[in-house]
């Protein structure tokens, strides 16, 4: 099919498909952001029942450092606000992918014949011909 059509529609075609990787890469990002922005609220959640007293140790690599407990918690509010901020810019870039998308698609379905309602293109209708060689 792609073989047959004009170099124009064959371009449209190509950048729908790069913004449908795109728009996978970013979903994929999303996901992983939102798994570990819950896993950091619930650590901080999970802190405040936590007595002050009480010894407490945080990744550094593969060692673990003892750390206090009111350090813990900033760090974790820092990591949370930071995982905030780059949830909401991923749920833009999102939009912003899937607009894009839907804009292009609208121009090749108008450039292949109006396949989404327009009129048909100069270079043939919706059917591919008859016969063939």
């Known amino acids: 099919m792609q073989g047959n059509l004009p170099p124009e529609a064959q371009e449209k075609l190509e950048q729908l498909q790069d913004l449908q990787e795109t728009a996978q890469q970013v979903a994929t990002q999303k996901n992983q952001t939102e798994s570990t922005l819950n896993d950091s609220q619930n650590a901080l959640e999970t802190l405040e029942d936590v007595d002050e007293d009480t010894m407490m140790y945080r ?75």
Do not use: C, H, N
Request: glycine share 16%; aromatic share 2%; no cysteine.
């Open 59 to 133: 990744e550094a690599g593969e060692l673990l450092i003892e750390t206090d407990r009111e350090t813990a918690e900033e760090e974790l509010s820092e990591k949370v606000d930071s995982l905030e901020v780059r949830l909401e810019t991923l749920k833009k870039q999102e939009e912003r992918v899937q607009t894009q998308f839907e804009e292009l698609q609208e121009e090749l379905q108008q450039m292949l014949g109006g396949a989404g309602g327009g009129p048909a293109g100069p270079a043939g209708g919706p059917s591919p011909g008859p016969g063939g060689a």
